[in-house]
């Protein structure tokens, strides 16, 4: 059991009584993750891997530990597998402009996805001619690793995939998904946006290739994330950007880049950025994934059931909350998400998403939902009580449309 009062007193910004239920679109961030950034500010500021006085050393030190608390955070072999990045976005461009694509290839991902892992393949299917194909989750978004077994060839080069949908909260069953991509001598491309801030991650395990996350969903700043290369690959994908940071040795001729991660991460890093998230890893590790998932799964079953047993709420997504995480998908009649959300906000102080969160497809294609709908998503400082609140309000609302 989580302490959550505890937990709660982490974050300053609670204080004021808000009730944040946006944390699929961005969490709060703990003292303690501000405070280890601002120690860089006060007390090393300098740049990394350049110099050699002591500002430096303590700052790549720092940096370089980061790497560390986040591969064992999701039981990397090593650090060399980490790839800091500013965001899960950038972590999947990474993958799309790395792999040295040949004529025929095909790639193949879901309806259920964000656009972050949707539009870029469609990019590579516009610019180099690489076929997509798709497979339709279920209206409860389900992906069935069947439907994978069925659509993929020879040809498919690369799986794409959610580990957890963004607006219905299911998990997709990655390890089975991992054995048919690899039986067909694809590589799997794994969206952790949503999955390594909520639930105990092993990459080994998954048997995943990449997996792409966002510092700022799990405690940690924005301009931060990372991509997880499998070691076999890190020679063999090429990296969005080089320059400074990332070579060992260049002449006139030409260049050797640097082992993995610094080959990937050219320029000047996100530093502060980087160590806030080693900080955010450390707090969460402090909670414990399996407890934080639980609590979780509490909280949301409370919103799910409450929601559901509301006339004219339609709530979306799988009724079992083995098969869901801390996101619940809703309408009301057939008012607009826009507003709803802002009702929530202006009347009852709780803060939630609404619209397409950048999963179109799945709203007009699968959802048949044509405005969207509105996302509650839970963190580990939400409470029973802030549940029971969105519940009673959003009664109130459905109350004033008989
Ligand atoms: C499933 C999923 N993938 C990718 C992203 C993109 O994350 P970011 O904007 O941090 O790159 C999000 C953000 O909401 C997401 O939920």
């Known amino acids: 059991m989580l302490d959550i009062k505890k937990i709660r007193e982490d974050f300053p910004i609670l204080r004021s009584g808000l009730v944040y239920l946006d944390n699929a679109a961005s969490s709060l961030t703990p003292q303690s993750v501000l405070q280890k950034m ?21 700052a790549s030190q720092e940096f370089e530990e980061a790497h560390r608390k986040v591969a064992s955070f999701i039981h990397a072999k090593s650090e060399a597998e980490v790839v800091m990045t500013r965001n899960a976005t950038e972590g999947i461009n990474l993958v799309a402009y790395g792999i040295g694509w040949r004529k ?18 469609l990019r590579l299917k516009r610019r180099l001619g690489v076929e997509v194909d798709l497979i339709r989750p279920s209206k409860e978004g389900i992906l069935d690793p069947r439907a994978f077994e069925d659509a993929i060839t020879d040809k498919t080069r690369l799986v794409a995939v959610t580990h957890v949908s963004n607006v219905l909260g299911t998990v997709t069953p990655i390890h089975e998904i991992a054995e048919i991509a690899h039986r067909y001598g694809a590589l799997l491309l794994v969206d952790g946006a949503q999955s390594v801030p909520h639930m105990p991650i092993d990459v080994q395990r ?53 082992l993995s991660p610094r080959r990937f991460e050219a320029g000047t890093p996100a530093i502060a950025e980087a160590i806030g998230l080693g900080a955010a890893v450390d707090y969460l590790q402090g909670i414990g994934m399996e407890a934080l998932a639980e609590h979780e799964r509490h909280i949301v079953e409370i919103i799910h059931r409450g929601l559901s047993s509301i006339k004219r709420v339609r709530v979306f997504g799988p009724e079992d909350w083995k098969l869901r995480t801390g996101i619940v998908s809703f309408c009301i009649g057939d008012l607009n998400p826009h507003d709803i959300a802002l009702a929530l906000d202006v009347s009852a102080n709780i803060m939630v998403r609404s619209g397409f969160h950048c999963a179109m497809p799945l709203h007009t294609e699968v959802l048949n939902e044509r405005h969207g709908t ?15 609140a969105l ?5 109130e609302i459905a109350r004033g449309l008989m």
């Open 38 to 58: 601002m120690e860089f500010y006060n007390e090393y500021r300098a740049n990394v891997e350049r110099g050699v006085h002591r500002l430096s050393q303590r």
């Open 104 to 121: 025929g290839d095909r790639i193949l991902t879901t309806l259920l996805e964000h656009h972050s892992n949707f539009i870029v393949w």
């Open 206 to 258: 998954l048997e995943c290739d990449f997996l792409a996350f966002s510092g700022h969903k799990m405690l940690g700043p924005t301009g931060i994330g990372c991509l997880y290369i499998r070691e076999e690959l890190l020679e063999e994908i090429e990296p969005l950007c080089i320059g400074g940071g990332t070579i060992e040795e260049v002449t006139s001729e030409g260049y050797k880049l640097a």
């Open 374 to 388: 509105v996302r509650a998503s839970t963190y580990l400082y939400n409470t029973k009580e802030e549940a029971e």
């Open 391 to 395: 519940i009673s309000m959003v009664e």
